[in-house]
């Protein structure tokens, strides 16, 4: 079936300017992370939705970023008034969240897209 | 702090000579630990999830471990395409059930 699907793959904009991020998770699962990751580090979780609950908005690292669920399905990440460090792969994950594995333990496997990668002139 | 270190950074391997990558982990209340194998330009691949000290999983030349503190991924005569940045991570308890936190990979090279 079809995976997690971002869009666009690439993205070259000027400091200052608004950028618009689009995920489409697997269908049918419930929670979607997006997590950036930057040259040398690891991936840096950003933002979390499940189902219809407030988003875990704890790794946002400033008020220019800012993400939608609409429709409990596709996901935009926006960054306002972009910054030269804000350059970085931006990667989109879907799971089906409390699904639970055959031995009886809690499961959060993460599916996934191949990620936008945003310069920041 | 819940904190994931993965070592070595890099490793360069011949073909068929086996090795270990290294997941050292603290983290309250583990739900689960993670290995993806990541090529470049693209995103994370899941490989393997282990929950309970001293289970393994294996999947063709790979074979992933847990312990109480750290978690081995163990390549066993690997061939060039092996090669990738393999990442580690885990996922916790209580209020933080949503995302997982990861080390910083390790970047495996398998020359012919």
């Known amino acids: 079936g079809a995976g997690v699907s971002q869009s666009p793959s690439n993205k070259v904009t000027e400091k200052g300017k608004d950028v618009e991020l689009r995920c489409d998770p697997i269908?049918?699962?419930?929670?979607l992370y997006w997590y950036r990751q930057s040259l040398g580090q690891g991936l840096e979780f950003l933002i979390y939705?499940?189902?219809?609950?407030?988003?875990?908005k704890s790794g946002l690292p400033s008020d220019r970023f800012s993400a939608e669920r609409t429709g409990g399905s596709v996901s935009t990440l926006t960054i306002q008034r972009t910054q030269q460090e804000d350059s970085a792969v931006y990667l989109c994950?879907?799971?089906?969240?409390?699904?639970?594995?055959?031995?009886?333990?809690?499961?959060?496997?993460?599916?996934f897209g191949a990620g936008t990668r945003l310069s920041v002139l | 702090e819940d904190q994931v270190t993965q070592s070595p950074e890099a490793l360069r391997l011949q073909e068929g000579e086996s090795s270990s990558l290294n997941c050292s982990y603290t983290?309250?209340?583990?739900?689960?630990l993670f290995w993806y194998r990541q090529d470049p330009g693209k995103g994370p691949e899941f490989l393997f999830t282990?929950?309970?000290a001293g289970e393994e999983k294996e999947k063709e030349r790979l074979k992933a471990t847990l312990t109480k503190k750290e978690s081995f991924l163990h390549i066993t005569a690997p061939k060039p395409e092996d090669s990738a940045t393999y990442l580690c991570?885990?996922?916790?308890?209580?209020?933080?059930?949503?995302?997982?936190?990861f080390g910083k990979g390790t970047k495996l090279s398998v020359k012919p």
């Open positions: 994950a879907s799971s089906l969240l409390g699904e639970w594995s055959p031995s009886g333990h809690f499961g959060n496997i993460q599916y």
């Open positions: 269908s049918g699962h419930t929670a």
């Open positions: 939705f499940q189902g219809n609950s407030a988003p875990d």
């Open positions: 983290v309250s209340g583990l739900r689960g």
């Open positions: 282990l929950y309970s």
């Open positions: 991570a885990v996922g916790r308890g209580g209020g933080s059930q949503g995302n997982l936190i």
